[in-house]
């Protein structure tokens, strides 16, 4: 069995940070793309950042220069700092992990549970 377990949701105001973090634990050998969605309220959800094993990244358009994803291949975590937060940013938030589970041939796709992010004054 594998878990996402999310951190760092909250409210906040408009031009300021928050940092989410996910830790991917249970029996796994290992894990190829992580990354971070987000689902406003009616909306579906869309790709905010993803990072490859290798440290390579991709962002959406509307939050470069904003946003930094990183991870901790040592740690099985995943980052994502937040900053100069926009009313827009408000949504639901999920990690996403690609996990080779042990004993099981193939890659999986894992979502963590999702945390709130709220922008508002």
């Known amino acids: 069995q594998v878990q996402l377990v999310e951190s760092g949701g909250g409210l906040v105001q408009p031009g300021g940070s928050l940092r989410l973090s996910c830790t991917v634990s249970g029996s796994f050998t290992s894990i190829y793309n992580m990354g971070w969605y987000r689902q406003a309220l009616g909306k579906q959800r869309d790709l905010v950042a993803i990072?490859?094993?290798?440290?390579?990244?991709n962002y959406t358009n509307s939050v470069k220069g904003r946003f930094t994803i990183s991870r901790d291949n040592t740690k099985n975590t995943v980052t994502l700092q937040m900053n100069s937060l926009k009313p827009e940013d408000t949504a639901m938030y999920y990690c996403?992990?690609?996990?080779?589970?042990?004993?099981?041939?193939?890659?999986?796709?894992?979502w963590g549970q999702g945390t709130q992010v709220t922008v508002s004054s």
């Open positions: 996403n992990a690609e996990v080779v589970v042990f004993g099981i041939p193939g890659v999986r796709n894992y």
């Open positions: 990072i490859t094993k290798g440290g390579n990244i």
